[in-house]
């Protein structure tokens, strides 16, 4: 299992304890959990500060694929516990890659290509580290809140390897190639503050208001017109990935099939008549 240094360092391995063990089988390394039109889902593996292993990978892009599945989910939260949002890759599986060909599938492609892939909103609450994959999962989502107790950070290098689940290309997107490159070759973590001014997190808040605020960011998106947040949010997404032009004519399209919903149109007629819409996602 992981365990972090006191500073915030990378998480050092040491044998788990045959009880450790035991729960992974018995109980789910993620719990879900519903707060109105959002799902709470909770990487809940604290002997080992929910660091990424095989099985709880598996288990986050199955409770992602039946949140995405399930019409009456408008957007969801990710979350870990007080101490770590996630220590990042489980070490004690990491030298199962080695030899691995560049076309193999490695444990963690699919719970990153579930979110990459992911249609509704996707927002992490963060409190203690969210260090490797643990950053690399914050990446991955949408937007994200984050406790004053967070620490970020992508400290690959230090063990003699690099970010592998999107780490370098999302971060120098996230956040502009000069931090990013001090993040990632140095190796040091950062807190809270300097990750919500360098833009990697939307906002800063006390630590006993993280989930809270993150829920309540994920109602007010569920209070708007489910197809039209779908598509801003496919638009946005495609920023990353197109060059300006194509962007925007994503965005047109975009534009142009959500002015065609009911959605819209009840919109449009309830700031006319100065009422509150009812949208119903058609």
């Known amino acids: 299992m992981t365990q972090p240094g006191d500073d915030g360092s990378p998480p050092r391995t040491r044998q788990a304890p045959d009880a450790g063990a035991a729960r992974a089988v018995t109980e789910p390394l993620v719990t879900v959990a519903r707060h109105g039109a959002a799902a709470l889902l909770t990487l809940s593996r604290p002997e080992a500060f929910n660091a990424l292993s095989r099985e709880l990978c598996a288990q986050l892009a199955d409770r992602l694929d039946e949140a995405a599945a399930d019409a009456s989910v408008r957007a969801v939260v990710i979350t870990g516990s007080a101490r770590a949002f996630c220590a990042g890759a489980d070490l004690t ?96 973590p950062v807190d809270a503050a300097w990750a919500c001014a360098a833009g ?54 975009n534009f142009l099939l959500a002015l065609s919903t009911a959605d819209a149109r009840e919109g449009l007629s309830a700031f006319a008549a100065r009422r509150k819409p009812e949208f119903t996602g058609n």
């Open 93 to 188: 599986e990491v030298p199962a890659m080695i030899g691995a060909a560049v076309t193999d599938a490695l444990p963690f492609d699919r719970v990153f290509q579930t979110l990459a892939d992911f249609p509704k909103p996707t927002i992490a609450a963060v409190r203690g580290i969210a260090l490797g994959g643990g950053c690399e999962l914050v990446l991955a989502c949408d937007t994200a809140v984050a406790g004053r107790s967070a620490r970020f950070g992508l400290p690959e290098v230090t063990l003699g390897v690099i970010p592998g689940a999107g780490g370098t290309q999302r971060l120098v997107r996230a956040i502009g190639k000069a931090k990013a490159m001090r993040l990632m070759l140095t190796g040091d």
């Open 200 to 253: 990697l997190v939307a906002e800063v808040v006390d630590d006993e208001l993280v989930i809270e605020r993150a829920l309540a960011l994920a109602e007010r998106i569920a209070g708007n017109a489910p197809r039209a947040v779908l598509a801003a949010a496919d638009a946005a997404r495609r920023a990353h990935e197109l060059p300006l032009a194509q962007g925007l004519a994503v965005e047109r399209r």
